[in-house]
């Protein structure tokens, strides 16, 4: 396999979006709202790009230490998000997903998620997964937790677990693990993100911030992650050619 093999599932940590306020003397909350303005660009543009799945990180378990006016403010912009652009979605035939921990979540924002989902479930053109009160420590040991109970009530033997057993467990079952990570900002980590799913993943970091971002930007990390030779492991092309 080659990186211009396929469509691609990329992922991303749309990070910045207080940054790019404060630069601008404004609260970070107008950072969050351009920000939802972004990933709509993002995910028009995506298709085109040749990518078929995209994962955004929109709220992880951490963020719930945020100021309870911040915290709000992102559960009320995923909710304005679906409100707005459902209708488009299910037209353009994307699916959503939401990936995370439901419990803590409101009964509102739950009712979004499930209508978002429940409308897109026969969508097969794009997947669009949000990782909304994510974490991938969380989303490991709750894939833990539920192969324990499987064993406990005699639905699984612990001798049998495998990896792919225990990738059927994590919330983002089902969808081929991410080809690309992209985090905007400058900062080069994870931040508990994708942390299973990411073990062969190319990672990209690009200096902008969430809120100036669009589609020439996932052009440039796509024509970055292009340009790699993933080896999953494996040698160089060149050198199995050498050794041939
Ligand atoms: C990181 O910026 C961004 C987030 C914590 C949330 C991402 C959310 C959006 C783009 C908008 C909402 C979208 C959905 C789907 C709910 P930061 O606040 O950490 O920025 P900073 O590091 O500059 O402070």
């Known amino acids: 396999m080659t990186p211009t093999d396929g469509p691609l599932h990329v992922a991303i940590i749309m990070d ?11 609260p970070r909350t107008f950072g969050h709202r ?5 990933l709509k660009r993002t ?7 040749g990518v078929d799945t995209l994962t955004v990180f929109g709220f992880s378990t951490e963020n719930w230490r945020r100021p309870m006016a911040e915290v709000s403010e992102l559960m009320s912009l995923l909710k304005a998000y679906v409100e707005s ?56 040991t709750d894939a833990a937790r539920r192969f324990a109970e499987d064993v406990e009530q005699g639905r699984a033997r612990a001798a049998d677990l495998d990896e792919a ?11 081929p693990a991410p080809d690309l990570i992209v985090r905007t900002s400058g900062e080069r980590r994870l931040s508990n993100f994708l942390l299973w799913e990411c ?6 970091f690009q200096d902008v911030y969430w809120p100036d971002y669009g589609p020439d930007h996932l052009r440039a990390a796509i024509a970055e992650f292009r340009a790699r030779e993933r080896r999953y492991g494996g040698a160089a092309s060149d050198d199995v050619l050498a050794a041939g």
Not at 116 to 121: M, Q
């Open 85 to 140: 652009d459902l209708e488009r979605l299910v037209r353009e035939g994307v699916k959503v997903r939401v990936i995370g921990r439901r419990t803590g979540l409101k009964p509102d924002i739950l009712a979004v998620i499930d209508r978002a989902e429940a409308r897109t479930a026969h969508n097969t053109r794009f997947l669009l997964q949000v990782a909304f009160n994510y974490g991938g420590r969380a989303d490991i």
């Open 165 to 175: 057993m225990f990738e059927q467990r994590l919330s983002t079952a089902d969808t």
């Open 34 to 38: 351009e920000g939802v303005k972004a």
């Open 16 to 26: 910045g979006n207080g940054r790019w306020a404060k630069q601008r003397g404004l």
């Open 43 to 49: 995910v028009e543009a995506a298709s085109g790009l």
């Open 199 to 204: 073990a062969y993943a190319e990672l990209v």
